[in-house]
């Protein structure tokens, strides 16, 4: 069947053949009873080959969710849970990703979000993932945008754009250097610092949810914790609505920066980001990634396991106790880091301990 098209631009239709993920092992663990059809369709994709510019117009708006997350925080009454997906860079991928959000959905998170690639194909990717997250109803999103490659103009119409196809949330975010550049150069007309892409996102669109980063064990380009504090709260007097924080392992890091986030003035809600660990070799990635430290219990147990079963269960005993510690503390939410995988999180210990809470 040929795949369909609108308006002139080429479309993916696909349907994800759950049995074939599973046979390859892609989906790791065997498909939940939730499953009704092993075979389900999706709407088409429009950009995934060739949209520049996929959201324009691209996006099904209907009745979907795009509730500002502050409103959610504010009336939810009981600790928020959201999902952090980044873009995939593949039809395939789009379609493992696909199947992996059907497994996810009965955990019903509050807001997701979606990361954003700078440049070229891999920002046309980013766009590709919001309108996929959006046409399986997986919302609230949460679209990142940094301030990597771009001019203010560009960004602006970046945010236009995000703006015109329902998007009512944007992390605004300065974003990581490329990697053979070692340090962060604003492009010629773009901007240096987080907080201008605040100040640009609250000018255009004062109704859009901003949300910003937060560093529990200080930004690595940070000159002391204070000075890491001083920039957070700029960012949220300029307009941030709320504070996502890096990935971290070590609770304690994450409520002493929040309480001495308090006492600096920062009133926005301060979300924790955790990220489940299911080897040693991960948790150094991750903490390299992140500038954090790898607790030395948790260290221990990791190099302990003589199984990859036996270092994911190490990985989610932790991020357990993280989130029953962080519950108890008062977190206004959790947000999971979770690499667009479903295992992790459909792990029948950190989902009973998210459904103790997150009913």
């Known amino acids: ?33 939730f499953s009704v059809a ?15 510019q996929p959201l324009q117009g691209g996006i099904v708006r209907g009745a979907m969710n795009m509730t500002p997350v502050k409103e959610i925080l504010a009336s939810s009454g009981r600790p928020t849970l959201s999902l952090e997906f980044y873009p995939p860079r593949s039809a395939l991928d789009f379609g493992i990703l696909g199947a992996a959000i059907e497994r996810m959905r009965p955990v ?14 891999a920002r046309t990717f980013s766009f590709d993932a919001l309108q996929l997250l959006v046409r399986l109803d997986f919302t609230p999103v949460v679209a990142h945008l940094t301030c990597v490659g771009a001019t203010a103009d560009e960004l602006a119409a970046h945010v236009d754009q995000l703006y015109a196809a329902g998007i009512r949330n944007i992390m605004a975010l300065r974003g990581d250097p490329p990697r053979e550049e ?26 859009i949810c901003c949300g910003v980063a937060g560093y529990p064990e200080v930004h690595p380009e940070a000159t002391s914790p204070e ?8 960012k949220v007097d300029a307009g ?3 504070v996502n924080t890096q990935m971290f392992l070590d609770t304690d890091a994450f409520l002493r920066f929040r309480d001495r986030a308090v006492a600096a003035g920062i009133l ?9 660990i299911v080897s040693y070799k991960q948790a150094m990635r991750c903490v390299q990634f992140s500038n954090s430290v ?18 994911a269960d190490a990985g989610i005993r932790w991020i357990v106790d993280q989130i029953a510690t962080l519950v108890h503390e008062g977190a206004p939410g959790i947000h999971l880091y979770i690499l667009n995988q479903a295992k992790a999180l459909l792990n029948p210990r950190l989902a009973a301990a998210i459904a103790a809470w997150h009913a």
């Open 182 to 207: 070692g340090a962060f150069r604003p492009v010629p007309g773009g901007f240096a610092h987080a907080i201008e892409l605040v100040r640009l996102v609250k000018d255009r669109h004062p109704d």
């Open 227 to 234: 000075d890491d504090l001083r920039h957070l709260k700029e």
């Open 38 to 52: 092993r075979f389900r369709p999706c709407a088409p994709l429009a950009g995934v080959f060739s949209s520049p």
């Open 240 to 242: 941030a609505d709320f």
């Open 268 to 276: 926005a809600p301060i979300i924790p980001g955790l990220m489940p």
């Open 108 to 121: 019903a998170p509050d807001f997701v979000t979606c990361t954003y690639g700078a440049g070229g194909s």
């Open 1 to 33: 069947m040929p795949a369909p098209r609108g308006a002139g631009v080429p479309a993916l239709a696909f349907f994800v053949n759950l049995d074939i993920f599973e046979h390859l092992d892609i989906l790791e663990t065997p498909l939940p009873a």
């Open 294 to 311: 790898i607790p030395a219990p948790l260290a221990v147990a990791l190099q302990a396991a003589t199984t990859p079963e036996e270092a």
